[in-house]
C-alpha cells in the first residue's frame, strides 16, 4: 500500500456535538424516538454503534474516522452536517456525501457504505483524469 492511501481517510462528521452531556442528550433523544442526524440514526443506536453499520464499513476500503460539528476543522468551511468527506493528513479533499445524500439512504447501512465506496471511486477517477 503506498503512503497516500495509508493516510487518506474517510471521516463521518455528526450533526451533533462531542462530549459526556452531549452524548447523554443524544442517548435521551433516541430513547425517545427523536433524531436530529441522518447519519446518526445510521450509524449509532441509543445503546451504542449499530452491529448492521460496524459490518458494513467493513467494506470501506480505506479507514473511517468519526467527528462531532465541534471537532471539525474551521478551515474546512462545512456548512451543512451531517455529511462524508475524505481527507488526508487533516486536509479536505472532498465531500463524498452530503447530508441530503444520506437521508437518501433511508437509514440503511448497506446503502450508506455502497454509497461512500461508490463516490470514492468517483474521487480516484477524478484524481487520475487530472493527472493526465
Same mark, same amino acid.
Given at each position: 500500500?503506498?503512503? *497516500?492511501?495509508?493516510?487518506?481517510?474517510?471521516?463521518?462528521?455528526?450533526?451533533?456535538?462531542?462530549?459526556?452531556?452531549?452524548?447523554?442528550?443524544?442517548?435521551? *433523544?433516541?430513547?425517545?424516538?427523536?433524531?436530529?442526524?441522518?447519519?446518526?440514526?445510521?450509524?449509532?443506536?441509543?445503546?451504542? *454503534?449499530?452491529?448492521?453499520?460496524?459490518?458494513?464499513?467493513?467494506?470501506?476500503?480505506?479507514?473511517?474516522?468519526?467527528?462531532?460539528?465541534?471537532?471539525?476543522?474551521?478551515?474546512?468551511?462545512?456548512?451543512?452536517?451531517?455529511?462524508?468527506?475524505?481527507?488526508?493528513?487533516?486536509?479536505?479533499?472532498?465531500?463524498?456525501?452530503?447530508?441530503?445524500?444520506?437521508?437518501?439512504c433511508n437509514r440503511d447501512p448497506k446503502t450508506l457504505s455502497e454509497r461512500i465506496r461508490?463516490?470514492?471511486?468517483?474521487? *480516484?477517477s477524478v484524481a487520475l483524469e487530472a493527472r493526465q
Amino acid at each position: 500500500m503506498n503512503e *497516500k492511501s495509508e493516510t487518506q481517510q474517510v471521516i463521518l462528521i455528526y450533526n451533533g456535538d462531542s462530549g459526556l452531556v452531549a452524548a447523554l442528550a443524544h442517548a435521551a *433523544k433516541k430513547l425517545r424516538g427523536i433524531e436530529e442526524c441522518d447519519l446518526c440514526e445510521i450509524t449509532y443506536s441509543a445503546t451504542g *454503534k449499530r452491529s448492521s453499520w460496524t459490518e458494513c464499513a467493513r467494506n470501506i476500503p480505506i479507514p473511517i474516522e468519526e467527528l462531532h460539528r465541534n471537532e471539525v476543522p474551521p478551515a474546512w468551511g462545512l456548512r451543512e452536517l451531517p455529511c462524508v468527506v475524505l481527507a488526508r493528513n487533516g486536509e479536505l479533499l472532498s465531500i463524498l456525501l452530503d447530508a441530503k445524500e444520506i437521508r437518501a439512504c433511508n437509514r440503511d447501512p448497506k446503502t450508506l457504505s455502497e454509497r461512500i465506496r461508490h463516490a470514492l471511486d468517483q474521487s *480516484k477517477s477524478v484524481a487520475l483524469e487530472a493527472r493526465q
